[in-house]
């Protein structure tokens, strides 16, 4: 049996064959459709647009201390606005998704209404002003929301506009403050650790004070003018010297007590002559009389009383050499005489009397013999005086001996002394010019955060408010119809021609020659009888009633659902480039009352 062809001339046998199962099957497809279409329900997009708007002060005056771009400020604001306290606080507030919550979780809900809001960055090509290259900026954002009422669209988008804006300034003002208040944090440790060096560092100039580097200069200056007055002082010294010298070669020359002559012309002893005069008439009287004779016994007293006011001195030495004088005396007498010779008696009682006045202790320490002379006077004087002035000289130079070793200490000790001096000096100026510089940011940081305050710095503009919708954003009911209707009529013709490709019955001359393989002698077309005469009647009545029944419906639902029926009418007309009839003024009127929102 061989396969059945068939040619473009069966398809339409085809269609009048299967015309029941391809309408059943439209209409079934495109009722279903039209469900889904108009059952559908609306959702409304309310859109705001703001505009990123730069600060009113030239950044060249006041700089902001926010560095951020503003398209990542944009998505750090989203992120902080949509969190699950700010959304779940909108849902019920606004009583959003009341059908859809009582079958679903929030979290559900929460991730449809984060769906349902829309984030659009607006960017434009600009031009850099520092570097003059063209490049990408954000000027401006949209936010929208897709709500299932318009009123309800255009709340949440308020409300959602209000957040991004207030969210913008607290993000501004909380980090300018922060920024101030870091600045201001390290200023006062900066001012502390200044303070620490400082005290440092006068604590460091106190110890070594004199050996600085920069008294180096000084130092060798002091030690040169030092040294300078050392050699002066060596002269004066020399001079001096020779001067003392001379002072004492003059007084080598004169007596101090020079012999005085009374009024009488006789010369006056001194208490020194008086003494030795008595202590030699005391000796020649020491042989005559006996130890207690009134006059040796007076002569004793006054010797007494001027070893007493001369001190002894040179003139104590006189006895022991008449002493000695006498005992030689005596030896040559005993070489002429005898004992008994008054000679040497006289010389033995001589020579007892002098050792005993030698033998007597002088516990009195006689005072200074007080010169006379005038002309050693002043030579003394001078002398004294020379003696003075050489000994301040002395001392003089013995100060500055220790002056100019102090002052070679520093310059040696000042190499030592400039390593840690210059670690302390470069730390504080360091120090120093950090600290000025985050004054400086400090200042600007003040500046920034009163710029924040005042509304003055970059920020979000509202240059249009979200607006209640006039209009479903979807769905496209017309576009849906439309598909649905091509897409039934495509369902029609497919189960059409399934049912044909299961259906093996034998149709047709054609078919029944390829079947038999054989000529046909005649074709006996089909005669219809009354009664299928009649039932393709009422079929086709059933047919055209059906379509006015579904076309009346389709328009009810375009009438209800979409347009009205007559602004629909006037748009056409109105495309189509007809003029209306004049209705009056009435009918202007109504006309001019429904043709908003649906014509403009």
Do not use: C
Request: hydrophobic share 40%; aromatic share 6%.
């Amino acid at each position: 049996m061989e396969e059945q062809t068939k040619d473009i001339g069966d398809y339409p046998l085809t269609f009048r064959r299967r015309k029941k199962q391809i309408l059943a099957t439209a209409g079934l497809l495109f009722v279903i459709v039209a469900a889904v279409a108009f059952l559908w329900p609306p959702s409304y997009r309310s859109t705001a647009t703001i505009l990123i708007e730069e600060q009113e002060i030239p950044q060249d005056l006041v700089r902001s201390t926010i560095s951020s771009y503003a398209d990542q400020r944009i998505q750090v604001i989203s992120q902080q606005v949509m969190t699950r306290a700010n959304l779940m606080q909108i849902v019920e507030k606004y009583g959003l998704y009341g059908r859809y919550r009582r079958t679903h979780t929030n979290e559900e809900t929460l991730d449809r209404l984060g769906k349902d809001i829309k984030l659009d960055i607006v960017k434009a090509d600009v031009v850099d002003q520092r570097s003059g290259a063209k490049t990408t900026a954000t000027i401006a954002f949209t936010l929208s929301y897709d709500g299932e009422s318009a009123a309800g669209a255009q709340r949440v988008a308020n409300e959602l506009v209000t957040l991004y804006l207030n969210e913008n300034l607290k993000n501004r003002e909380q980090k300018t403050a922060e920024t101030s208040i870091f600045i201001t944090e390290e200023a006062a440790k900066l001012s502390q650790h200044m303070s620490e060096i400082e005290k440092k560092l006068a604590a460091f100039k106190s110890k070594n004070m004199g050996r600085l580097p920069e008294l180096v200069q000084l130092n060798m200056q002091l030690r040169d003018r030092t040294d300078n007055e050392l050699k002066d002082v060596d002269r004066q010294l020399l001079s001096l010297e020779e001067r003392k010298f001379y002072l004492d070669s003059q007084l080598a020359q004169i007596k101090p007590n020079t012999p005085m002559i009374s009024a009488s012309g006789e010369r006056i002893l001194d208490s020194g002559e008086r003494l030795k005069a008595l202590q030699a008439q005391y000796a020649s009287l020491s042989g005559v009389y006996s130890p207690n004779h009134p006059d040796i016994v007076r002569m004793r007293r006054e010797i007494d009383a001027l070893k007493k006011e001369t001190g002894g001195g040179a003139e104590a030495q006189e006895p022991a050499k008449k002493l000695v004088a006498l005992r030689a005396d005596l030896a040559t007498a005993r070489d002429k005489y005898s004992d008994d010779h008054p000679d040497i008696v006289k010389l033995k009682k001589s020579i007892v009397a002098l050792e005993a006045e030698s033998a007597a202790p002088s516990d009195a320490k006689a005072p200074a013999v007080k010169p006379e002379n005038p002309a050693y006077i002043a030579l003394q004087a001078q002398l004294a005086s020379t003696l003075g002035e050489m000994k301040n000289l002395r001392g003089k130079q013995a100060e500055l001996r220790t002056k100019i070793a102090s002052y070679e200490l520093r310059l040696v000790e000042t190499p030592q002394v400039e390593r840690e001096y210059l670690d302390l000096t470069r730390d504080r100026e360091t120090s120093m010019t950090r600290y000025r510089e985050i004054k400086a940011k400090q200042m600007q940081a003040e500046i920034s955060q009163e710029l924040e305050k005042d509304r003055k710095g970059e920020r979000f503009s509202l240059i249009d408010p979200p607006q209640l919708p006039e209009q479903p954003r979807s769905p496209n009911r017309p576009a849906i119809l439309l598909l649905g209707l091509v897409l039934s009529m495509g369902g029609g013709m497919g189960s059409a021609a399934l049912l044909e490709s299961m259906d093996h019955s034998v149709r047709g001359s054609k078919a029944l020659t390829g079947l038999l393989q054989i000529p046909l002698l005649a074709v006996i077309p089909y005669m219809e009888t009354g009664q299928e005469k009649l039932h393709k009647r009422n079929i086709a009545w059933t047919i055209v009633a059906s379509s006015v029944a579904g076309l009346a419906v389709i328009l009810l639902l375009i009438h209800f659902f979409l347009v009205p029926l007559d602004v629909l009418w006037f748009r056409i007309m109105r495309k189509l480039g007809l003029y209306l009839p004049d209705m009056g003024s009435g009918a202007a009127a109504w006309f001019a009352a429904v043709r908003i929102p649906w014509i403009g």
